[in-house]
């Protein structure tokens, strides 16, 4: 499967110019963000490491910044749909879409599907009396979009920019997704079972309904259909 993806992209001449533009925006967002909030690096690093620190106050100042909240959703939102058109993932290869419209409704789709998200874990953790709780969660998942729209973002800069597709990134971006979703997923069970004082069937209907379905979901889409 991988080595016809990469066969296909080796033979395409030219890099569409909505993946330009969308790499572009990635870039002068994250440049952007960086200025704005100069301990940018700080907060990702902090908040990454929640599942790990022994005491909360270690982080909380970092939590809850509507800025970094913001520059993970849209960052996240721009890297997932330019990797989704530069890749032509979830689309047969006869039927490649590189048009600007195509690739604003990605962004439209994506952007619902992660607010979605965002709303449903808010409910979830309200509904349970665990709202604090939830916060963390959710930043420590901002956090990992970060480090995802920073590395994958970067990884397709090179790849559309300096080697024309002609390389093997796609499937180093590949195993890097799969990394962040172990990560995802391993540091929010650490924090669910240390913090959530809920039987173990509650967090583990959590984590297939927010986790593990929707990434099974996804594989299917994006990878078995393409």
């Known amino acids: 499967m991988f080595a016809e993806i990469i066969t296909q992209l080796v033979l395409r001449n030219e890099v569409p110019i909505a993946v330009r533009i969308g ?8 440049a952007l963000v960086s200025v704005l909030n100069e301990n940018w690096l700080v907060f990702i690093l902090k908040l990454t490491l929640l599942p790990i620190q022994r005491f909360n106050w270690e982080s909380d100042k ?3 910044n509507l800025i ?3 520059s993970s959703l849209l960052s996240s939102v721009l890297v997932s749909a330019t990797l989704l058109m530069t890749y032509q993932l979830g689309i047969d290869g006869k039927n490649a879409q590189y048009s600007s419209s195509y690739f604003f409704w990605l962004v439209l789709v994506i952007a619902l599907v992660f607010l979605s998200t965002l709303g449903a874990n808010k409910l979830y953790f309200y509904l349970h009396k665990k709202q604090e709780i939830g916060d963390r969660v959710l930043d420590y998942h901002y956090a990992l ?4 729209s920073f590395i994958v973002g970067g990884l397709l ?11 093997a990134l796609f499937v180093i971006i590949i195993s890097l997704l799969g990394i962040y979703f172990l990560l995802r997923l391993f540091g929010t069970i650490l924090m669910l079972q240390n913090n959530f004082d809920y039987p173990i069937l509650t967090v583990f209907v959590y984590l297939c ?6 990434a099974l979901v996804i594989s299917k889409v994006l990878f078995v259909n393409s």
């Not at 979009?145 to 995802?148: A, D, G, K, S, V």
């Not at 800069?157 to 390389?167: G, N, P």
């Not at 309904?209 to 929707?214: A, G, K, N, Q």
């Open 23 to 30: 790499l572009l925006s990635a870039l002068i967002l994250i």
């Open 62 to 64: 970092y939590g809850a």
């Open 68 to 70: 970094f909240r913001g």
């Open 145 to 148: 979009n970060q480090w995802f």
């Open 157 to 167: 800069l090179a790849d559309v920019f300096y080697l024309r597709l002609h390389s």
């Open 209 to 214: 309904t927010f986790e593990i379905v929707p």
